[in-house]
T-cell receptor, first 110, second 122 residues
Framework: EDQVTQSPEALRLQEGESSSLNCSYT??????LFWYRQDPGKGPEFLFT???AGEEKEKERLKATLTKKESFLHITAPKPEDSATYLC???????????FGAGTTVTVRA | SQTIHQWPATLVQPVGSPLSLECTVE??????LYWYRQAAGRGLQLLFY??????ISSEVPQNLSASRPQDRQFILSSKKLLLSDSGFYLC?????????????????????FGPGTRLTVL
């Protein structure tokens, strides 16, 4: 069974204080690893898809990286508007389904 | 561009009452469709998915059911709600990729989510 563990559960940052979120996974034949951002009371918003170890993707202050066992979401010089819950999900080889982690809630104080 | 709608946005229902949540997608054809439930502090739990009209796969045994009467419409139902059915219900879609016999797009498996329905069962 696919497993996804995200850490830490919660992260409080000062504005400008860079940090990283971790997503550890076990899956039989990774097809893709996905990062989403979710604001309170809203649906998840797609950020990145990573397909193979060594791959990196960037969007504004966010950078996602992937190894064979985990993925990191780096937040560089965060702003209060980066406050949200960040979800990680994996998809196995020949499967329609995504397995989600519980998420990391990031709070950025001005 | 593609848009996904869910309604209602919020719902408060008594135990034992029926349920019908609706999801529609615009701007694409033959999408794969998904229903998830999200409990507080927990990850998303896949409930149902569908690769075509009338084709429903259930992931979790429960008193919920799903139907897909039209290509871009996905409905989540229950005949009698339980307290444990409370939660945030999310609909998602993907392109109909090669796993479903369709053409291959660049990111066929990325799931795009709707705004969600907050269900409270009292």
């Amino acid at each position: 069974e696919d497993q996804v563990t995200q850490s830490p559960e919660a992260l409080r940052l000062q504005e400008g204080e860079s940090s990283s979120l971790n997503c550890s996974y076990t899956v039989s034949g990774l097809r893709g690893l996905f990062w989403y951002r979710q604001d309170p009371g809203k649906g998840p918003e797609f950020l990145f898809t990573l397909y193979s170890a060594g791959e990196e993707k960037e969007k504004e202050r966010l950078k996602a990286t992937l190894t064979k066992k985990e993925s990191f979401l780096h937040i560089t010089a965060p702003k209060p508007e980066d406050s949200a819950t960040y979800l990680c999900a994996v998809q196995a080889g020949n499967d329609y389904k995504l397995s989600f982690g519980a998420g990391t809630t990031v709070t950025v104080r001005a | 561009s593609q848009t996904i709608h869910q309604w209602p946005a919020t719902l408060v229902q008594p135990v034992g009452s029926p349920l019908s949540l609706e999801c529609t997608v615009e701007g694409t054809s033959n999408p794969n469709l998904y229903w998830y439930r999200q409990a507080a502090g927990r990850g998303l739990q896949l409930l149902f998915y569908s690769v075509g009209i009338g084709q429903i796969s259930s992931e979790v045994p429960q008193n919920l059911s799903a139907s897909r009467p039209q290509d871009r419409q996905f409905i989540l139902s229950s005949k009698k709600l339980l307290l444990s059915d409370s939660g945030f219900y999310l609909c998602a879609w993907t392109y109909r990729g090669r796993l479903a016999g369709g053409p291959s797009y660049g990111h066929t498996d990325t799931q795009y989510f709707g705004p969600g329905t907050r269900l409270t069962v009292l």
